[in-house]
């Protein structure tokens, strides 16, 4: 039997506001919902998770889900939330990014099979772009008075800041191209609800007002609250910047990293949201990870399940592989399994130090790679003791005074790494 979907998302923590009415109109036989995405990248990020979660759990609570890329608003910038305009973007590129995205968003909805309720993915660039300027405030913008527009949060909170440039028309009218969409998508594929964060409760409310006035229905509203930390930092941000759902954008093993330092109390919460354990399983590991939390029960599952979603099980596998080496016994073996990006992220941070290929011909004797060549030891004399307390290790291996580095002890070809006792790492990178 399908799931109860405005239940599961209240459990889950996932919902903030539905219109009166919406689980009613959700019981009374399959229904359609979208969920708008900006295409501004060639890949999600966990920002966008969310809603993307909230498509999955709608399409297996029996209902269709349709994911609307924003190629029109992309062009145009939402106001919601933001303090300045965003950048516009050309066709070009926003049909590469439409690409990518289906790409991604099939990991998590079926778009392929023959269901009735197989998600659809919809870009509004395709109805926007012939709609001619005359047309649309004929045939949209007078249905919608300018002090309705004017009383929406969005609107109200970037004409009330401080900000120089205040706000542009083409800003102004973003509602207006939101609420259009929804009406667009009522008549074409009989959508009734549209979902997303809570800063997007006021345009989606536009749509509904106008397939009221326009159309004499009935459109549904419902958001999911605005994710947050537990610190008060930026959820899903990190010092380098978005975590993205791209492997090449965010390794497998950063994206592991990610979930695995979350704080305990942010845990608990996001398992719920970014998972789809059920609730026993989910209450059941609580337990666990309070009776003991210093095993991280909790980060560790979230980790796993997220990580498997977005990537596969040997991109989980080795994310794990690699999270051993800085803290676990590894193997110069494990080492050499590791791909380039993956080991520079392993060991970001860690202090480098170029040579030369030729530096290894006839081999790079430890003094000199610890000391003279790199400055990893501060001098010949503390590079023998160390090595005579049996404390460096090339590759996880020890070494003693006479051992050589040559081209065998390459990883991915370019990287040699050093450590002197437990926690002190040292990158050779050979040019």
């Known amino acids: 039997m399908a799931k109860n979907f405005v239940e599961e998302l209240e459990w889950r923590g996932m919902l903030h506001d539905a219109m009166p009415g919406t689980g009613e109109h959700l019981s009374s036989g399959m229904q359609a919902a979208y969920v708008g995405i900006d295409p501004t990248a060639d890949s999600l990020h966990i920002g966008h998770l969310v809603s993307v979660m909230m498509l999955r759990h709608f399409q297996l609570a029996g209902h269709k889900p349709v994911a609307l890329v924003g190629g029109a608003t992309g062009m145009i910038g939402d106001p919601s939330g933001k303090s300045a305009e965003r950048n516009l973007l050309d066709e070009k590129t926003l049909r590469h990014n439409q690409q990518a995205l289906k790409e991604q968003l099939g990991r998590f909805l079926d778009f392929e099979s023959d269901a009735s309720n197989a998600a659809i993915l919809v870009n509004n660039y395709d109805w926007m772009k012939d709609f001619s300027f005359l047309d649309f405030i004929r045939d949209v913008g007078k249905h919608i008075t300018v002090n309705y527009m004017m009383a929406k949060d969005s609107v109200k909170k970037r004409l009330s800041s401080e900000a120089k440039e205040g706000m542009s028309f083409t800003e102004f009218t973003y509602q207006l191209v939101q609420g259009y969409d929804f009406l667009h998508l009522y008549r074409t594929h009989n959508c009734t609800l549209q979902m997303g964060g809570s800063d997007q409760w006021g345009n989606i409310t536009t749509g509904t007002e106008l397939i009221r006035r326009i ?36 390794s497998p093993y950063r994206f592991y990293q990610y979930w695995l330092n979350t704080s305990d109390e942010d845990a608990e919460k996001y398992i719920k949201i970014f998972t789809f354990l059920t609730k026993d399983e989910i209450e059941a590991l609580v337990t666990i990870h309070k009776e003991a939390p210093h095993q991280r029960a909790l980060q560790k599952k979230l980790a796993e399940e997220i990580t498997v979603m977005v990537h596969s099980q040997e991109d989980l596998e080795n994310a794990v592989k690699a999270s051993t080496i800085l803290f676990g016994k590894s193997t110069s073996e494990d080492l050499k399994q590791l791909d380039a ?12 130090a170029e040579i030369a290929l030729s530096d290894l011909e006839n081999g790079l004797d430890m003094i000199a790679a ?33 051992y050589k580095i040559t081209k065998e002890n390459l990883i991915n070809d370019k990287f040699v790494l050093l450590q002197r006792g437990k926690k002190n790492y040292f990158v050779l990178v050979v040019k």
């Not at 899903?236 to 965010?250: C, I, M, P, Q, Y």
């Not at 990006?341 to 480098?352: I, N, Q, S, Y």
């Open 215 to 250: 159309e004499g229905g009935k459109g549904y509203a419902l958001t999911c609250p605005l994710i947050t930390k537990a610190d008060g930092t930026k959820f899903g941000k990190t010092e380098s910047g978005n975590v993205w759902l791209d492997a090449n954008r965010t």
């Open 341 to 352: 990006k993956t080991f520079l992220d392993v060991f970001d941070g860690v202090p480098k």
């Open 370 to 402: 610890l000391a003279a060549k790199t400055g990893f030891l501060g001098s010949n004399g503390e590079a023998r003791r160390e090595l005579k307390q049996n404390a460096i290790s090339v590759n996880k291996e020890k070494v003693k005074e006479d």
